[in-house]
């Protein structure tokens, strides 16, 4: 998003595992948790795609049971997805399967879902790695540019951020500090609400409909 000041913390983060059919739901489980809190929900479809089909080919041309370590990281606004292992003279192919057949789908659907996706290779092992667009600029930015966001951003800088002045030589607010800003915030508000008569309460409540109401919006957009 263009201009916003707090950028969304998103460490790169690894997951050792064996390459088993069985511990594929638990990594597109894991893989679809982490993208909900780096607010990269509409890349979890494809995401989970290629962690499937990257284990997949580990356990289809090294071997059931392989150690493996699955790594997710940002390189600029594209999410990193990488799978390694100790096959490095098993290298994964393309291939094109024809009509029905369901044999030889599998980097093919990396593909198609991903930006790019490659090899590396070093000694007896290998990394098989694709990355996704995001939409973003760069990998700290968020997703949503709707007005709601950008006023509650204009709100919070109004209000100081914690008397922190914007220089080139300071990191952008992470979202964790700017989020301990805006509870501070809302807290000020129900005071304000409750020491002009109104029902801070009642106030809150609406607040939390409103929400749920655009929430469900964008969740059907």
């Known amino acids: ?42 890349t979890i479809y494809a995401a989970q795609i290629c962690v499937t089909e990257l284990t997949s080919n580990v356990i289809k041309h090294v071997g059931a049971g392989t150690s493996a370590c699955l790594t997710v990281s940002m390189n600029g606004g594209c999410l990193r997805i990488e799978v390694s292992d100790s096959g490095g003279h098993r290298l994964p192919t393309l291939t094109r399967a024809a009509g029905l057949d369901e044999q030889g789908r599998g980097m093919q659907l990396v593909e198609e879902v991903a930006a790019r996706w490659g090899v590396i290779v070093r000694g007896t092992s290998k990394t098989t790695w694709c990355e996704l667009a995001t939409g973003l600029q760069s990998g700290d930015g968020h997703v949503a540019a709707d007005e709601q966001v950008a006023k509650a951003e204009a709100l919070l800088g109004l209000c100081g951020l914690g008397e922190r002045r914007e220089s080139a030589h300071l990191k952008p607010m992470s979202v964790k ?24 309460d009642e106030a809150l409540d609406r607040a939390q409909v409103l929400f749920e109401v655009e929430s469900e919006a964008e969740g059907a957009a």
């Open 1 to 42: 998003m263009s201009g916003c000041r707090f950028g969304v913390e998103r460490e790169r983060w690894e997951l050792p595992f064996l390459a088993e059919a069985e511990e594929l739901a638990g990594l597109r489980r894991v893989i679809r948790l982490h993208l909900e809190l780096w607010g990269l929900s509409s």
């Open 177 to 200: 500090e700017a989020a301990e800003v805006a509870t501070g915030l809302i807290a000020d508000l129900l005071l304000w609400l409750r020491a002009h008569g109104c029902d801070a």
